[in-house]
């Protein structure tokens, strides 16, 4: 694992803390900025469990779209396509769970990325 706990990384789309991690899982808070989104992607070794605890997202998973407000959740399979978009005007907050046989910054696969990231 690259990052501290409660370390803050900047990507183009907004920030992120890893708040706890073992081996098994990480758990981390992502704040997408407004009119921003990451990547679609998907990852080879883990799933992610989001709840929203701050604004509404728009979440694209595998082919279909979903809006989250606070308290609502949902659960990414490993391999399925997916992205976060707030098209709101406040920060999107997002409690995000990581659980895998490899739990690594580098197991992202992008597909379609405006910050030109590959």
Do not use: C
């Amino acid at each position: 694992m690259n990052t501290k706990i409660n370390e803050v990384v900047k990507k183009p789309w907004g920030e992120y803390k890893n708040i706890y991690f073992n081996e098994n899982f990480i758990v981390k808070i992502l704040t997408i900025y407004p009119k921003s989104k990451i990547s679609l992607q998907y990852h080879k070794y883990r799933s992610e469990h989001w709840v929203v605890t701050s604004g509404i997202a728009n979440i694209t998973k595998g082919k279909q779209k979903f809006i989250l407000k606070e308290n609502e959740s949902i659960f990414i399979e490993v391999a399925e396509i997916h992205r976060i978009d707030n098209q709101e005007e406040n920060n999107l907050v997002i409690v995000e769970v990581q659980t895998g046989r490899k739990i690594s910054e580098n197991d992202i696969i992008r597909l379609d990325d405006i910050y030109g990231r590959t």
